[in-house]
């Protein structure tokens, strides 16, 4: 048998140095603690509420004659949840529609025993639906409460684990953005995969000790010739073991893992009424512009008034950009350049601060009026864009329409952007907007807007501008 680095000190592959609890275990229990008390007291204020509003009868389940009838209550809602999942970590905290599922089917358990057990002696009706969409209600925003404080202290760099990464250099940089976009690890260090086989895996593990590290990610798996005697060195240390995936590039969020042959593979369904989405989203922008139409009213009848007051020429600018399948409309905006813009634009491409030169965009453009460059601030001047998404030549949410200029200095791969309905606003409005000097980033928030698009998203875009606008990041 051939000696390794691993094998000298011991017989045994399976046998540790020493007992230890898992790494990472206590925040783990934390977090599960956390929330099961925030359930609780949530949920037990459900029921009272419930019970204040709802018609009172005389029953042993009340919490009124006997508070200690909720323990066998809150002990099957809370029970549910954790059979679904709902105190795990990751995203399954988050997965609220099996917290809907999970209060909703707890209510039925709890309806079938009071069934058998005295039928007339629950609670009335009004109080059980009450405490059903009480619970849903509280736990729901308990859960969300919960998560952003989270995310918040993660950001500040707190709660998260330490992590090692191993990878072969030239996906080293990939693999540490992917990691860095979970934004609940702490990198600690990352090690050339060939070197460490190379030198063999006992330097290795013992630096990983060394640091604290809780969980290690390795790329290329398969790959590994040790990869027996590296698992069990990890697992007898209490560190948790990852595989990244060989491309390291993200899936879209409709997908759904699972084993075949115990192999792990990645599965892509529709949803159950294809297309209907799409069409859900054509009426809520149809809708939504004609109500914010009526509403901005007054606000478009003040910036006509300034921008006639300001400069003279028309109140709109209508340039022709490039669409869905490339097919070419007028964009409607409020002017906020000179009349001669156009022309002058040829005598200031020497000046473009676009690395690539696919866009054209100067921080201080010398074409813009005082009123426009206000109107630039806040993105004002794309109001008028809401007719564009009436006439259905845009979306509220989607890829930037641009200029003809602009798609002339395409290459083949640009081209897919135009696959799908441009939009007033996307995620590249919301990831710095003018702030990022290089298409090709334009090109991957659109390639990831297209691949994980869902209305949720859509939703979320819409709200991150607001705060975008509010704060004038990125703008000019």
């Given at each position: 048998m051939t000696n390794t680095p691993l094998l000298k000190t011991k017989l045994d592959l399976r046998e540790p140095v020493f007992t230890t609890l898992r790494k990472g275990i206590g925040r783990g229990w934390l977090r599960r603690l956390t929330l099961l008390s925030v359930d609780s007291t949530l949920l037990f204020a459900a029921w009272q509420v419930a019970e204040t509003y709802g018609t009172p009868i005389a029953s042993p389940w009340s919490v009124g004659n006997n508070p200690m009838s909720l323990l066998p209550i809150l002990t099957t809602q809370i029970g549910v949840m954790a059979a679904q999942g709902l105190y795990e970590g990751g995203q399954k905290r988050c997965a609220y529609r099996k917290l809907i599922k999970s209060l909703t089917l707890s209510h039925i358990v709890l309806l079938i025993i009071a069934f058998f057990y005295k039928p007339g002696d629950f609670v009335s009706r009004s109080t059980f639906i009450l405490s059903l969409l009480l619970s849903i209600l509280f736990t729901y925003a308990g859960r969300l409460s919960v998560d952003?404080?989270?995310?918040?202290?993660?950001?500040?760099?707190?709660?998260?684990?330490?992590?090692?990464?191993?990878?072969?250099?030239?996906?080293?940089?990939?693999?540490?953005?992917?990691?860095?976009?979970?934004?609940?690890?702490?990198?600690?260090?990352?090690?050339?995969?060939?070197?460490?086989?190379?030198?063999?895996?006992?330097?290795?593990?013992?630096?990983?000790?060394?640091?604290?590290?809780?969980?290690?990610?390795?790329?290329?798996?398969?790959?590994?010739?040790?990869?027996?005697?590296?698992?069990?060195?990890?697992?007898?240390?209490?560190?948790?073991?990852?595989?990244?995936?060989?491309?390291?590039?993200?899936?879209?969020?409709?997908?759904?893992?699972?084993?075949?042959?115990?192999?792990?593979s990645i599965k892509f369904s529709p949803p159950l009424i294809t297309g209907s989405d799409f069409w859900i989203k054509r009426c809520f922008d149809f809708c939504s512009s004609i109500i914010l139409l009526l509403l901005a009213a007054p606000i478009y009848l003040l910036i006509v008034l300034l921008i006639k007051l300001d400069s003279p020429g028309p109140v709109f600018y209508k340039q022709t950009r490039v669409g869905l399948n490339g097919k070419q409309f007028k964009v409607w905006k409020f002017r906020t350049m000179v009349t001669n813009a156009d022309k002058l634009q040829k005598e200031l491409e020497a000046y473009n601060e676009m690395k690539d030169g696919v866009l054209f965009k100067i921080k201080s453009d010398p074409r813009i009026t005082k009123v426009g460059k206000f109107l630039r601030h806040y993105s004002l001047d794309e109001l008028p864009q809401l007719l564009n998404v009436i006439f259905g030549e845009m979306s509220l949410v989607g890829p930037r329409p641009l200029p003809v200029r602009d798609v002339n200095n395409f290459s083949e791969h640009h081209?897919?952007?135009?696959?799908?309905?441009?939009?007033?606003?996307?995620?590249?409005?919301?990831?710095?907007?003018?702030?990022?000097?290089?298409?090709?980033?334009?090109?991957?928030l659109d390639f990831f807007y297209i691949e994980n698009w869902s209305l949720l998203l859509d939703l979320q875009i819409l709200m991150q501008t607001v705060t975008v606008l509010i704060y004038r990041k990125g703008a000019y």
């Open positions: 952003f404080i989270i995310k918040h202290l993660r950001q500040k760099g707190a709660m998260r684990s330490p992590i090692f990464l191993i990878c072969h250099p030239k996906d080293t940089e990939k693999a540490i953005n992917l990691l860095k976009r979970e934004k609940c690890y702490r990198i600690m260090g990352f090690s050339d995969l060939s070197l460490a086989e190379e030198l063999g895996w006992g330097e290795t593990i013992e630096h990983i000790q060394s640091l604290g590290i809780v969980e290690v990610f390795i790329c290329y798996w398969g790959t590994i010739k040790e990869r027996m005697f590296l698992y069990w060195n990890l697992r007898n240390a209490g560190i948790t073991l990852n595989i990244l995936p060989i491309g390291l590039e993200p899936f879209s969020q409709r997908s759904e893992p699972f084993m075949i042959g115990g192999i792990p081209f897919v952007r135009q696959a799908v309905l441009p939009g007033i606003t996307g995620l590249w409005q919301v990831s710095g907007r003018s702030d990022i000097t290089n298409f090709e980033q334009v090109i991957q």
